[in-house]
């Protein structure tokens, strides 16, 4: 228990930005607040701060230790948050982090409706289509497509993230409609890069196994928007994900190809620490988006491929 007083004597005195004004929130004298601090110093062989008679600031071991210390005391929060049964008050600072185009189209919309529905909740919604270290940036969820998940997190399951193959009625008029993924080979295909690799090669699921098909083609882009403009404007066939193209697909901008051929099934993910206990409120924003997105998401329901397969 002492360790534990000590640790709150830090993180107050750093919080409150004075060893008086710490002592003064936890009811300890002056004195008491400054013994408790020297005390974890000299116990951990290192100090945490450097103070003057005008100013104090915080040692890189300091930060550091600062940084572990409010880890820790969120876990608490959550365990006891959980005994409680306090989801519904559930409050806090929420970091969440997805990319651009999916974020725009399908998180955005609901961030309304969530914050009325958790009011306790400040929500800081960070968009990137760059890979985001999430513990770097102090993430506490981030929505991923077709993630690669390490140990380190948590995947949660939100949606199957369903993919075609796609393109404008004017590329098919002019370079004829694939009929076999081997003749994709032979078509203009549009690719997504990621993480500085270039997917060239796209993976079916087929009855006889997975198959895997090298393409080609004049563009290639680690913007989904812009693979999708391409294949709107006539350059060529894209995998596109249903969530990116249903209003292109409604509109006829877009049509499907070889409906039949499987494209290699992917999830949308929320991603979260590794912790026995999750806090309550990544817990409410992934139940909030499986209800948006789950059995089926909206986006696919009433959609009606217009396929070329003759």
């Known amino acids: 228990m002492k360790a534990v007083s000590d640790r709150m004597v830090f993180t107050s005195v750093v919080d409150e930005g004075s060893l008086t004004r710490a002592a003064e929130r936890l009811g300890l004298s002056l004195a008491v607040c400054s013994r408790r601090l020297a005390v974890l110093e ?21 930060a550091i230790y600062y940084e572990h210390c409010l880890r820790i005391q969120e876990d608490i929060d959550a365990v006891e948050a959980s005994l409680a049964g306090m989801r519904d008050n559930v409050q806090g600072t929420l970091r969440v ?9 399908h998180v955005s919309p609901f961030v309304t409706e969530f914050i009325e ?14 890979i985001v270290d999430l513990v770097a940036e102090g993430i506490d969820v981030a929505i991923r497509i077709g993630a690669a998940v390490d140990s380190s997190f948590i995947a949660a399951r939100l949606a199957t993230n369903r993919r075609i193959l796609c393109a404008s009625r004017r590329y098919l008029e ?16 549009l690719i997504l ?42 350059l060529g066939i894209a ?23 499987a494209l290699s099934q992917t999830n949308i993910h929320a991603l979260y620490h590794n912790r026995q206990f999750i806090s309550p409120k990544v817990r409410v924003w992934i139940e909030f988006f499986r209800e948006k997105y789950s059995p089926v998401p909206y986006w696919e329901q009433g959609l009606s491929l217009h396929g070329n397969d003759s």
């Open 42 to 62: 000299k116990r951990l062989g290192v100090r945490l701060l450097n103070r003057t008679t005008r100013s104090q600031h915080l040692t890189d071991e300091g």
């Open 117 to 130: 529905r958790y009011p306790g909740i400040r929500l800081q919604l960070m968009m990137s289509d760059n």
């Open 239 to 261: 995998v596109k994900s249903l969530w990116d193209i249903t209003e292109q697909l409604r509109s006829g901008e877009l049509v499907s190809v070889l409906d039949t051929q």
């Open 174 to 189: 002019r370079a004829g409609t694939p009929q076999t993924l081997e003749e994709l080979s032979r078509h203009q295909c």
């Open 97 to 105: 982090s997805t990319s651009s185009s999916f974020g725009r189209k």
């Open 193 to 234: 890069s990621s993480q500085g690799a270039s997917n060239d090669v796209w993976e079916f699921d087929t009855d006889d196994g997975k198959r895997r098909i090298p393409v080609s083609g004049p563009i290639t882009s680690n913007s989904g928007e812009v693979v999708r403009d391409a294949a709107v404007g006539g």
